[in-house]
C-alpha cells in the first residue's frame, strides 16, 4: 500500500508530546540540582554527627519530604534520559521495546526500594 509523505508524517503522533519531555527533563534537573545541593550540603553540615544525630535528622518531616523528592526526582529523570537513548540509538523495535520495558520495571523497583527506605528512617521502624 503506497502513502503519501503527509500520511506517513501523521502516523507518527503529536509534536508536543516530545516538547512535554523535554520540559520534564529540565524541570526533574532543576529539582535534582536543588535537592542533591541541600542533602550535600546538610551531609557535610552533619559530618561528626552520630547516629543519634543522624536518626533525628532522617525523622524530620522536612528533611524526609526533601529525601523523598530527590530519589523520585532523580529516578524520574535517570527513567526520560534512558528513554531518550534508546528511541534515539537501538533501531530494531523489538529491542526497542523490550530495553524500554525492562528499564522502566529497574527504575520503578529502587525507586520503590528507596521511598520505602525513607519511610523507614523517617518513621524509626
Known amino acids: 500500500m503506497m502513502q503519501s509523505a503527509i500520511g506517513r508524517l501523521r502516523a507518527r503522533g503529536s509534536a508536543k508530546s516530545g516538547f512535554a519531555h ?3 527533563q529540565r ?4 529539582i535534582n540540582f536543588v535537592t542533591v545541593g541541600w542533602f550535600l550540603f546538610q551531609a557535610m553540615a552533619m559530618s561528626g554527627a552520630g547516629y543519634a544525630e543522624w536518626t533525628a535528622w532522617f525523622q524530620s518531616p522536612l528533611n ?22 534508546v528511541e534515539d540509538y537501538v ?17 520503578a523497583l529502587l525507586a520503590a526500594t528507596c521511598v520505602v527506605a525513607v ?7
Open 119 to 125: 519511610l523507614m528512617l523517617a518513621t524509626g521502624a
Open 22 to 24: 523535554w520540559k520534564m
Open 91 to 107: 533501531h530494531n523495535e523489538a529491542t526497542r521495546i523490550a530495553a524500554l520495558m525492562i528499564e522502566t520495571v529497574i527504575v
Open 64 to 85: 524526609a519530604g526533601l529525601l523523598l523528592a530527590m530519589t523520585l526526582s532523580t529516578f524520574y529523570h535517570v527513567h526520560l534520559g534512558f528513554q531518550v537513548m
Open 27 to 30: 524541570v526533574t534537573a532543576v
